[in-house]
């Protein structure tokens, strides 16, 4: 199976700041690449789908890129409501995978 | 609006099955197929298999096979997922969801817990 790796498996961001995430995936996987928020006690939301594309009422502050095995998920202007685990996952190739998520703290 | 509305948490004795539900709403239920994903508390997210209602045709990961059962019911638009020989680790949320590009929808998840 695919295996997909986040990095880094946590960060700590201030109100305003612009943070990063990494998904790196084992093999090609093209650009069938997805994102997922996930609050605390709540199921996963889709953000991102097809590497660089908003779901609906997604706001413009999340932005995806990437192809084959090289992935990220950047969130500019961080707001407090965004403190969540991300997810991202594959389904270029059965079965979907997905990484171990990154949790976005509070500094 | 897209809805999915999952049956409650479950505490079952080890070696039993359950049976969870996922009831569709706001959409063609026979359009999409329905996936169910399960997560062990702060662990990511594992994908089990979906289900296509409009011919019931289905595909598992390797995993699941001979653990998870997933049936529907196009009257009432509901998925379901039968999970057997129970034990501790099946304990998990097990969520329903559907998917087109991605999981675009997802239930609330269904809390199993297995103990005795």
């Known amino acids: 199976n695919i295996v997909m790796t986040q990095s880094p498996k946590s960060m700590s961001m201030s109100v305003g700041e612009r943070v990063t995430l990494r998904c790196k995936a084992s093999?090609?996987?093209?650009?069938?690449v997805s994102w997922y928020q996930q609050k605390p006690e709540q199921s996963p939301k889709l953000l991102i789908y097809?590497?660089?594309n908003r779901y609906t009422g997604v706001p413009d502050r999340f932005t995806g890129s990437g192809s084959a095995t090289d992935f990220t998920l950047t969130i500019n202007n961080v707001q407090a409501g965004d403190l969540a685990d991300y997810h991202c996952?594959?389904?270029?190739?059965?079965?979907?995978?997905f990484g171990t998520g990154t949790k976005l703290e509070l500094k | 609006e897209v809805q999915l509305q999952q049956s409650g948490p479950e505490l079952v004795k080890p070696g039993a099955s359950v049976k969870m539900s996922c009831k569709a709403s706001?959409?063609?239920?026979?359009?999409?197929?329905m996936d169910w994903v399960k997560q062990k508390p702060g662990q990511g997210l594992e994908w089990i298999g979906y289900?296509?209602?409009?011919?019931?045709?289905?595909k598992y990961n390797e995993k699941f096979k001979g653990k998870a059962t997933l049936t529907s019911d196009k009257s009432s638009s509901t998925a379901y997922m039968e999970l057997n020989s129970l034990t501790s680790e099946d304990s998990a949320v097990y969520y329903c969801?559907?998917?087109?590009?991605?999981?675009?929808?997802w239930g609330q998840g269904t809390t199993l817990t297995v103990s005795s």
């Open positions: 969801a559907r998917k087109l590009w991605g999981f675009d929808s």
């Open positions: 706001g959409y063609t239920f026979t359009s999409y197929v």
């Open positions: 289900i296509n209602p409009y011919n019931d045709g289905t």
């Open positions: 093999e090609n996987v093209g650009i069938y």
């Open positions: 097809g590497t660089s």
């Open positions: 996952g594959q389904n270029y190739i059965y079965p979907p995978t």
